[in-house]
């Protein structure tokens, strides 16, 4: 077989390429096509340091589930959660708390199957095939799995997602609709591409992009601020990836991390 996607869900055109599969390729992972590698590639030739930014992303999601964890946290809504890699929501979680409850959220076909495949063992995670830009609907489905109490406080996680929406889709409004249903004491944990960093690189892939299913739009950090509205930022506050609450001897490069991330309390 010359791909290496083991489980092809039914009316998946494998020729389209999809960010959930691109990010899935960049992060060394299995559940992608020839259209997402070879978009990935031009990807890469715009900003070579993808790989490392994907990381970065990845390892952000990690330090914020653990910082909510420290905080009381033991539920977790993981929107546009993407391709199951290596650590995830749920297996951060449930290792400090095997109690811990995640229902992830994706639209995309093989993200989903992949995702049931994981956790059909699992009573205590989910996987619901939903647009996150209908927080009517993920809210209710959420809410229908048993896993999400909405009476106690809920981590919501938008990591490396919202780049994806564009204005027309009232980004802002979105978060608000999932901050406005969760209780005092939840989180919110967000990154976002941003074009104030190498923002000839960034330029360079929104371009490739565009002939994607998932153009991006990259924002700035006064936009991706606008986002935390009825949120009290955490310290450092809205920051390259590398300098959120980083763990032992840090090396990477802030100025090229090309994401800002940043972590909220609703009071």
Known sequence: MSERVSRVPE????????????????????????????????F?????????????????????????????????????SGIPTVGNVHEIAQKSDPGSRVVYVDFEEVAVAHSQLILENDPRAAIIQEDMTRPEAVLKAA?????IDFAQPVGVLTVGV????????????????????????????????????????????????????NPIFPRTRTEVEGFFSGFELTEPGIVPLPLWRPEGTNTDDPDKAGIYGAVGRKP
């Open 143 to 147: 809410e229908a799995s048993g896993l």
């Open 44 to 80: 890469l030739r715009a900003q070579p340091n993808a790989r490392t930014i994907a990381r970065l992303n990845r390892a952000f999601l990690r330090r914020a589930v653990l910082f909510m964890m420290d905080n009381g946290i033991r539920q977790f809504l993981d929107l546009g």
């Open 162 to 213: 919202f780049h994806f929406v564009p204005e027309k889709a009232d980004p802002a409004s979105v978060v608000a609709a999932y901050r406005d249903a969760v209780p005092a004491g939840s989180y919110l944990a967000f990154s976002h591409f941003t074009q104030d960093l190498q923002p000839e690189e960034m330029a360079g892939i929104v371009e490739v992009m565009k002939k994607s299913q």
């Open 11 to 42: 009316g998946v055109d494998t020729g389209k390429p999809s960010a959930a599969r691109l990010y899935d390729y960049l992060l060394g992972g299995g559940h992608n096509f020839a259209a997402d590698r070879a978009l990935a590639e031009k």
